[in-house]
């Protein structure tokens, strides 16, 4: 399928069909947490607010599916990254396959949009994201439940990946979206720790539990000090810092969400004011992002880069530089990024970008229910049903 339009599919009898089949309750529905709307969450499971009760249901059943898995570490991957050892990250680029016209295939080639097979063989990858929806899961349960078994167990994942001197995570991703027979490790890899956005969300979630000490605490700020000096400092970390597609806006996500979980005010503020100025700079005056729009899945990185400025507007509320609110002096704004998509989200007008695999429309989600609650949007609650069919009352974001 060269192309694929969202429109069409959406006004298809067989919509909510296509869509029940979908495992809409994994955690793409993740979403950057605003801590006073979770308190009124929390106040209206309370009080059995009808509303909330699916969503809770599932979101117990999920974290007491996380009782049952991990802990997981970078030990547990079969290859051994350059450095010689396994404490080091490791994964290989998800768009680059074996050249067929070369021997053994090497150096690898690249095909935008299709992803090798060979990435399931490198476990690091895979087990950081399930990591991140853990503990973000199980924060939110210990939150909404106040039971130790979650932040328990969420504590245990925690300390096996990033503080057990036998399995810890060394805090850097030089061996990151390797190329065989070109690099050992690359910027683009450092979109796989995107997570830890969410990830730190339920650290805070967790940290008036008793199951999460002082020294766990110290520790894991240690550990995502050393971390944000190598993003800051190391050629892999600046060269992805410089990326002027999805890739740096990501970039800022990650380094803002670890900057205001070490206090570090100044910081996170001078993060935010790049990531507006980003927006700023790779914006069109149509409101579309020209770099992502090239992409042979135009409207996944489309939508996918404005999750990213959704993700720092949410924490950029902790800083004189609100995203949600802030404009450009050329009128560049996140408000006219998602007028700028609504359209072709909502049906008014078919997508007529490259997209070689159909679209994952639960992956709008967030940016349908922030843009509900941040621009009015009056039409989002009614796509997020469309989109989500009779699981919609079980989404996490019905509690976010």
């Not at 605490?217 to 240690?222: A, C, I, S, V, Y």
């Not at 939508?303 to 993700?311: D, G, K, P, S």
Request: charged residues 20%; contains cysteine; proline residues 6%.
């Amino acid at each position: 399928m060269k192309r694929m339009f969202f429109a069409a599919l959406l006004l298809c009898p067989l919509y909510k069909d296509v869509f029940a089949q979908t495992q809409l309750l994994s955690r793409s529905d993740m979403i950057k947490l605003d801590f006073r709307l979770l308190a009124e969450r929390k106040r209206a499971v309370q009080a059995h607010d009808p509303a909330c009760q699916k969503a809770f249901a599932q979101l117990r059943e999920d974290a007491d599916g996380f009782l049952g898995w991990g802990p997981v570490s970078v030990m547990q991957k079969d290859g051994m990254p350059p450095s010689g050892s396994k404490h080091d990250y490791m994964s290989i680029a998800p768009y680059f396959w074996p050249d067929p016209s070369k021997p053994g295939g090497v150096p690898y080639i690249g095909r935008d949009g299709d992803v090798n097979p060979e990435v399931k063989n490198y476990k690091d990858k895979e087990n950081i994201t399930k990591l991140c929806d853990g503990v973000y899961t199980l924060g939110l349960a210990y939150y909404f439940t106040g039971e130790e078994k979650y932040a328990r167990h969420a504590a245990e994942l925690l300390r096996v990946w990033f503080l057990d001197t036998a399995t810890r995570m060394n805090p850097n991703l030089n061996f990151g979206q390797a190329v065989k027979g070109v690099t050992d490790g690359r910027a683009p890899g450092l979109i796989e720790t995107r997570n830890f956005a969410f990830l730190l969300d339920g650290v805070d979630l967790i940290k008036t539990s008793k199951a999460w000490t002082a020294g766990d605490q110290k520790g894991l700020k240690d550990w995502f000090r050393s971390f944000l000096f190598w993003l800051q400092t190391s050629p892999i970390g600046l060269d992805e810092m410089h990326a002027k597609n999805n890739h740096g806006v990501w970039y800022d996500a990650q380094s803002l969400s670890i900057a205001l979980y070490l206090d570090s005010t100044q910081l996170a503020n001078q993060i935010a004011l790049r990531a507006a100025g980003r927006l700023d700079a790779e914006m069109n005056d149509d409101g579309l992002f020209p770099l992502e729009l090239k992409r042979t899945t135009s409207l996944h990185y489309s939508v996918f880069v404005l999750n990213a400025f959704y993700v720092i507007a949410q924490m950029s509320e902790q800083t004189p530089t609100n995203l949600w609110t802030w404009t450009s002096p050329s009128g560049k704004s996140l408000q006219k990024a998602f007028d700028a998509i609504l359209p072709f989200l909502d049906g008014d007008k078919p997508w007529t970008g490259p997209q070689i695999h159909p679209f994952e429309f639960k992956n709008a989600v967030p940016l349908l229910l922030r843009s509900a609650q941040r621009y009015g949007c009056t039409t989002c609650p009614e796509m997020i049903k469309k989109i989500t069919g009779d699981q919609e009352g079980r989404l996490l974001s019905n509690l976010l």
